[in-house]
C-alpha cells in the first residue's frame, strides 16, 4: 500500500530530540535532557483538592462539553493572572488551548500560508519551528546575544522578508534561557506597530525567575508603546509553573484574531478538557498559585546556581555561557579551548557514554546551525545529582 | 488594523448551529438541540474515585509531559475496550486524541493538500465539513437512504472524484442516527481495498443501541475483507458514552498514518492531557465501563420510545422519520402533508417561539442541503419534556 499523504509532510521530520530521548533509559544515567519541570514539585495535594471540589461543585461543567473558547471560570482566574502581572486583560480577551503548543498551532492555521514567512530566533523552540514548517511557513533566524534578540538585525529581516509573523521568547526561552532587556523590548514594540506585522510573545518562563523580576513582558510594556497591542499576540501556559499534564495553555490577541483562532480550535479539538480546565480553575480560585510559584522558583534557582558554579569548576574554560537569571536552561557553547572538542554532537555521544544526558543546539536553529552549542536543563535533578552529573561532562570532554 | 489572515479561512465560517446554540438561553425553553449525552448521566463517582487513584498512585505521570502517543495504560485499556468488540488491537495499534475531534484534524493534517476532494455522508456531522474544509479540499455529498450510504453511487463517486478519503459514520450517525446495513459495510470495505482509497470510520455512538447490538464496526469486519483494513482509519471517543469534558478519542489506522499522525500531534498539542488519560485509564480499569453503557442505552432507549411514539401522535403525516436503533438522534423530514411547512428552517424559528429548539437540517450537508430536514436530539430531555416539547412543535406546525 502507499497512502497518498499531504504534501505538507515534506516539510517536517520528527523531531532529532525525541529521538534522543530514547537513549534516557539507561539505566543510571543522570539527564541535563529534558525540557519539562521536575515531578516531584508537582503541588498534588492542591490539584486533589481542585479536582474534589470541580467535581462536587459542577460535575455537569467539569464532565460536559464546554464553549470552545474555554470555561468561564477559568477565563476569568487566568485574566487575574494576567492582570497580577500588570496586563490589562478581560476574561473574553484570552482563550484556553490545550497547551501553548496549541495557541502556536492556531496561531500558524489561523496565519499562514503555504510559503510565507515567519522570524524567529536563532536558537528557538523546536517544536515551534516543525509547527510553523507544517503550515508551510519559510522560517527565518534572528540572531540573538546575550541580551535577547538583535532588534536592529530584527528590524532589517522584517524589511527583507515581510514576515507574517514574528516569534519571540523574550524571558529565560528555550534553548536560550535568555533575557531580552527591557529596551530591546520596547523597541520589539515600536518595530510592530511601525511595520504593522504580528509579534507573538510565548512566555511559559516568565514566573520563574530566581532573584528580582524580570522586565515586564511585551504584553505588559505594550499600554507604553500606541499602537503596539493590536500587532501582539501573547501566548502562556500552566504547563512550567503547576502542571504540563493539565495542558492548560491561553492565547491573548487582537479580537479579530482570537476569533478566528477560536473557530480554528472548534474543528481542532471543541475545546481543552473541561475537566482539566475546571480543576485549574479551582486551584487558580483556592490562592494557592503564589506558594507554588516560591517554591519552584526558590527550588530551581538553587540548582541553576549548583549548575552554574560545577560547570565553572570542572569544565574551566571549556565551555562559555551566561548564568540564567530564571527559567530551566543553561545554554553553552563548547570553545574549544586547548584544545577540547567544538562539535555538541559528539560531546552528547561521549557524554552518554559516561552516564550524563543534554541536548546538542543545532536542531534549535531553523537557520545556520552553530554546531558548538548545547542544552543543559537544571530543572529535574538534584543538587548532588547535578553536580556529579556535571563530572561526568568534564569526563566527556577529557 | 488589518492582520494578514491565511487564505484557508476563507473556506469555512463559524457554525451556524453554534450561533443558533445562543437562543437558548430563554428561560423554560425544552432543547432537543444538543449534540451532547445528558450530563445527569455522568459517573461522577465512578470518576472521582478514577482521578483519585491516578493521583495517588502516579502523580507523576498524571501531572507530567507524556507521550505523544497516549498514556501507556490508556491505550492498553482501549484496546481492550476494543477487542471486546471484536477488534485485533494492540495498545500500539492506536493514539489517543483530544476528543475524536482532533482525530479528524490530524486526518485532514496528514492527507489533505489544498484542492483534494473527499467524500462524506449527505448529511454528515458539520464539524467534519469544516474541519476537512479548513485544509482546502472539497467535499462531496454521497446520498444515504435508510440502509446508510448508498455503496453504487459512493462507488460512482469514488471512481468519477478519485477522493483522498471518505469519511463515514456508519452506525447511528449525527445528525442521521442511521444504520450501515451489514451488507453495505463489507461492499464499503470491498470498495476501500479494490479502490485503494482511504475510509474514515467515525465511531462515537456505536455503543449506544438500544436492543439488539448494531453489525460490527467496519473496523471489526475488515478481518472477513482482504487487503481493507489497510485502507481503514477508525475513531473512537468516550465523550457520548463516558464524559465529553475528558476529551478522550482514539484513532487507529495502518501503521504508516498513524505514524505520521502523531508527528502531527506532536506539533498540534504535544500530547493529549495526562490527567485526564489516566483518569479514563483507571476509570477503565475499575470495569465500570459496561453498567455505565447499560445505563446509558436503558435510559436514551426509552427517551427515544417516547420521542417516537410523540412524533407520530402529535405530528402525524406532517413528518416522517425512521425509528433510531441508537445514538442520540431523529433526523426528520417535513413532508408538507395536509399544507403544513415544508421548510425546517422556518419551522425551527417558530419552534424557538412555542418554547423549544432543534437544528435543521441543512447545515449538514456539504452539497445540495435538503431544505426540508432537521434534527431533534432526544439525549437531554426526560420523557416528561420530550413530550411537551413535542406538542410544542406540533403548535409551531399547526
Known sequence: MSLPFAQRLQNVETSAIRELFKLLGKPGIISF????????????????????????????????????????????????????KGVDCAPEGLIVTTGSQQALDLLAK????????????????????????????????????????????????????????????????NPSGGLLSLARRKK?????????????????????????????????????????RDWLAYCGSLSKVLSPGLRVGWLMAHAELLARATMCKQFSDAHTSTFAQATAAHYLQAGRMPATLDQVRRVYAQRAQAMGTALV??????????????????WARLTGAGGTLRDAGEFAKRAIAEGVAFVPGAPFYAQ?????????????????????????LARALA
Chains 1, 2 share one sequence.
Open 313 to 330: 569548576r570542572e569544565l574551566g574554560d571549556a565551555v562559555s555561557f551566561t548564568q540564567p537569571q530564571g527559567g530551566l536552561f543553561f
Open 188 to 228: 520589539v514594540l515600536e518595530l510592530a506597530a511601525r511595520h504593522q506585522v504580528l509579534v507573538v510573545e510565548d512566555d511559559p518562563y516568565g514566573d520563574l525567575y530566581f532573584g528580582e523580576p524580570p522586565p515586564p513582558s511585551l504584553l505588559a510594556l505594550s499600554s507604553q508603546v500606541p499602537g503596539s
Open 368 to 392: 545556520n546551525p552553530d554546531a558548538s552549542t548545547f542544552r543543559l536543563s537544571f530543572a529535574t535533578a538534584d543538587v548532588d545529582k547535578i553536580e556529579e552529573g556535571v563530572k561526568r
Open 33 to 84: 535532557a529534558g525540557g519539562f519541570p521536575d515531578s516531584a514539585m508537582f503541588d498534588v495535594a492542591g490539584l486533589r483538592s481542585a479536582v474534589g471540589q470541580a467535581l462536587d461543585t459542577e460535575p455537569g461543567a467539569a464532565l460536559q462539553y464546554g464553549a470552545t473558547e474555554g470555561h468561564g471560570p477559568l477565563r476569568s482566574g487566568l485574566a487575574g493572572f494576567m492582570q497580577a
Open 110 to 173: 489561523v496565519m499562514i500560508d503555504e510559503g510565507d514567512k515567519v522570524i524567529v530566533e536563532g536558537p528557538t523552540f523546536l517544536a515551534t519551528i516543525q509547527c510553523f514548517r507544517l503550515y508551510g511557513a519559510q522560517v527565518i533566524s534572528a540572531p540573538v546575544d546575550e541580551h535577547g534578540v538583535q532588534v536592529d538585525r530584527l528590524e532589517q529581516l522584517i524589511t527583507e522578508h515581510r514576515p507574517k509573523l514574528v516569534y519571540l521568547i523574550p524571558t529565560f526561552g
